[in-house]
């Protein structure tokens, strides 16, 4: 399906056929204007409601240079703002969480209300040009989606609401807003572009060849497609059980979940949000995951598992062997993201083709064209491209 399919008032792509050139996956120019284009405009997920239960409980979220802190207020309200110091630019909080009555900076402790208003400053007649009701935490937009906690930088876009309504009705019996944390949110570092992250997450073809043990337990089920803001990917555990232990194990052990439909008791479900925010949603757990950049070939994964409560031993179980499971799977992947932003480097690779089949690569390369008109470009252009008068036809 092309992106002219999905979203039917957009011209067709004379590019649809074909993968994005390998130069924007390393060009640190390129990568300026990605950011500015792509993803500072996009909703990036900092944590759970469940996270941050109590006033004054807070997360931090670290995205292309800045910093966020997401806090929960007197009123139980939750906000977002700029980790920084509206004195002389020194972040507020470290570390990932916390708690605190008030934000007070390390540096000269002025500090804020939990809802961002400037209270203290010591010595605070000295400075001429001070106004307090006008120095507050700077904001940043906010958004709830079914209890997760997002963030962008920039608007202008479409609300999560939005682009995950295609598919809200699906999520809905996994009672996302009833999640717990069952671990702790981890940081995987990467030497690859983000967008090598982001087109494997998507990617269904290379399942049965590079995922043994998915093809094992998923058997021939597996399927993708995409919609405006969303790809969607799933596949079925089988009844043949695997001979794989932890795999067998899981297929044992996995148990009935009372909120669930039948079709999604042995459902393996994911859902990427454009462009770098994905989601597992198994019956046992649901993790989140995304990707971000760091430099043009350098990006951190960061991930948690959430769960609703449930004590039931063969539900542990079956949590403990997802993990197993989709460690193998993560390790797979490392490898193979690395491959490919090895090989994108030889001169001798510019672009693909890009099989019917692999709709989401096809969605995603086609609203990156779309942003970004210089992606069409097979070579590499000169240096100074995006600061010269845009001359791509």
């Given at each position: 399906m092309s992106l002219h399919e999905i979203l039917p008032n957009t011209p067709a792509d004379p590019d649809a056929d074909w993968t994005l050139p390998a130069w924007i996956y390393d060009d640190p120019e390129y990568f300026e204007v990605e950011q500015a284009r792509v993803l500072r405009p996009s909703w990036q997920v900092v944590c759970h409601l469940n996270d941050i239960p109590q006033i004054g409980d807070w997360r931090t979220l670290e995205f292309l240079g800045e910093s966020i802190?997401?806090?929960?207020?007197?009123?139980?309200?939750?906000?977002?703002?700029?980790?920084?110091?509206?004195?002389?630019?020194?972040k507020l909080v470290d570390g990932h969480e916390g708690c605190a009555r008030k934000l007070v900076c390390p540096y000269h402790a002025w500090s804020y209300e939990l809802d961002g208003r400037l209270t203290g400053v010591p010595l605070g007649a000295t400075y001429p040009t001070l106004d307090k009701a006008t120095m507050g935490l700077v904001p940043v937009e906010l958004e709830i989606y079914r209890g997760f906690v997002f963030i962008r930088l920039e608007g202008g876009g479409p609300s999560?609401?939005?682009?995950?309504?295609?598919?809200?009705?699906?999520?809905a019996p996994y009672r996302f807003e009833d999640l717990q944390a069952i671990g702790r949110v981890t940081i995987r570092h990467r030497t690859v572009n983000w967008k090598n992250v982001a087109d494997n997450y998507s990617d269904g073809l290379h399942i049965r060849v590079a995922h043994p043990g998915l093809t094992r337990l998923l058997g021939a089920s597996y399927g993708v497609e995409a919609s405006p803001w969303c790809d969607k990917m799933w596949g079925d555990i089988g009844v043949r059980m695997s001979d794989n232990p932890s795999e067998r194990l899981y297929q044992h052990f996995l148990p009935h979940v009372d909120h669930l439909p039948e079709?999604?008791?042995?459902?393996?479900?994911?859902?990427?949000?454009?462009?770098?925010?994905?989601?597992?949603i198994y019956p046992d757990q649901i993790d989140f995951m995304q990707f971000l950049p760091v430099s043009p070939t350098e990006t951190l994964i960061r991930e948690i598992s959430y769960a609703i409560p449930d004590d039931r031993r063969e539900m542990k179980a079956a949590r403990y062997l997802n993990w197993r499971v989709n460690r193998q799977v993560n390790l797979e992947d490392t490898a193979l993201i690395q491959r490919v932003?090895?090989?994108?480097?030889?001169?001798?690779?510019?672009?693909?083709?890009?099989?019917?089949?692999?709709?989401?690569?096809?969605h995603f390369a086609g609203k990156v064209r779309d942003l970004i008109p210089e992606a069409r470009l097979h070579h590499r252009p000169a240096s100074g491209w995006s600061r010269r008068p845009k001359s791509v036809s």
């Open positions: 802190v997401v806090v929960r207020g007197e009123d139980m309200q939750v906000r977002a703002f700029s980790n920084v110091c509206r004195h002389r630019g020194s999560l609401a939005q682009m995950m309504a295609p598919y809200d009705a699906e999520i079709g999604a008791q042995r459902r393996w479900l994911y859902f990427k949000l454009w462009p770098s925010v994905a989601f597992d932003q090895d090989g994108m480097a030889s001169p001798s690779f510019t672009v693909g083709p890009l099989s019917e089949q692999e709709v989401c690569l096809r």
